[in-house]
């Protein structure tokens, strides 16, 4: 298995308020989505080839990695659902004693809609941070 880094978190936690707080949520959102766009270029791309297996791949592979309680299926035959039991990031800062900005479960739902809308693809995020838990819903939708 690969080498995890997962204080990575930690310093996205950190980095999230930083944003917030100096550029306001607004600022801090088109971040996201700028980072989105570049980051997951090849998601995307493989998203818009290949279909929501191409999703289910990449959740698969980074939830293994991290090791997540989680569970990741078809609904419908045309909704792929993510349901993060337990949520690693959030685990791992809480053991650790990191801050859990605010916005951490929300920059989830900023990125996943992002990737998904320059696919194609919608998304709904159910998070609750608090828990450290959430569904992730994705299907066919929006403009391509």
């Known amino acids: 298995m690969a080498n995890v880094h997962k204080d990575f978190h930690g310093c996205f936690s950190f980095g999230l308020r930083f944003l917030t707080a100096n550029y306001g949520p607004e600022e801090t959102e088109a971040y996201l989505r700028r980072t989105a766009r570049n980051v997951y270029a090849p998601l995307i791309e493989a998203l818009r080839m290949r279909g929501l297996p191409a999703l289910q791949d990449h959740w698969n592979n980074i939830m293994t990695l991290e090791g997540a309680d989680f569970d990741l299926h078809f609904e419908n ?35 996943n809609e992002e990737i998904c809308a320059l696919a194609g693809y919608v998304t709904e995020t159910e998070y609750d941070q608090a828990a450290g838990r959430c569904v992730q819903r994705f299907r066919k939708g929006g403009a391509e």
């Open 77 to 111: 035959d045309d909704t792929l659902v993510l349901t993060i039991h337990k949520c690693p990031a959030i685990s791992h800062m809480r053991e650790f004693k990191y801050d859990v900005c605010e916005g951490f479960c929300e920059s989830t739902r900023i990125v």
